[in-house]
Nanobody
Framework: QVQLVQSGGGLVQSGDSLRLSCASS????????MGWFRQAPGKEREFVAA????????YYADSVKGRFTASRDNHKNTVDLQMNGLKPEDTAVYFC???????????????????????WGQGTQVTVSS
C-alpha cells in the first residue's frame, strides 16, 4: 500500500512563506506524477499545483501562480510545495496526491481533477492570518 506522508504547514501571517513536503513510500525510481490540492471549510477540494514525474513540467491554479512553486527530489521520493506571499484566502487543509505509476501522465485538464490521483496524503492545515 502506497503511503504519502505530509509535513509542514501551520499558522502564519499574511505575506509570510511556508513549505509543505510530501514523502512517498513508492520505490525509488518509480515514475509518477504528483499534485497538490486544498480544501477550505465549507468549500470543495480544489487544485493547487501539479508536477510531472521528472519535475520538468509544473502546473498551477491561477490563484497561486507566481506565488507557489512545486518541486520534487526523486532520489528522496519527496515533493515540496513552496508557498510565498501567503494570503488569508490560502487558508485550507492541503493534500498531496499521487497518480498511480501504472497510469499514463495526465493530459490537459486532467492534471486539475482530483479523480486523476489515486493516493492521497493525510492533509496538513495552513492558516494565514490577516
Amino acid at each position: 500500500q502506497v503511503q504519502l506522508v505530509q509535513s509542514g504547514g501551520g499558522l502564519v501571517q499574511s505575506g509570510d512563506s511556508l513549505r509543505l513536503s510530501c514523502a512517498s513510500s513508492m520505490r525509488t525510481g518509480t515514475n509518477y506524477a504528483m499534485g497538490w490540492f486544498r480544501q477550505a471549510p465549507g468549500k470543495e477540494r480544489e487544485f493547487v499545483a501539479a508536477i510531472n514525474w521528472s519535475g520538468a513540467r509544473t502546473y498551477y491554479a491561477d490563484s497561486v501562480k507566481g506565488r507557489f512553486t512545486a518541486s520534487r527530489d526523486n532520489h528522496k521520493n519527496t515533493v515540496d510545495l513552496q508557498m510565498n506571499g501567503l494570503k488569508p484566502e490560502d487558508t485550507a487543509v492541503y493534500f498531496c496526491a499521487a497518480v498511480d505509476p501504472g497510469h499514463p501522465e495526465p493530459i490537459g485538464g486532467a492534471w486539475k481533477t482530483s479523480s486523476t490521483y489515486t493516493y492521497w496524503g493525510q492533509g496538513t492545515q495552513v492558516t494565514v492570518s490577516s
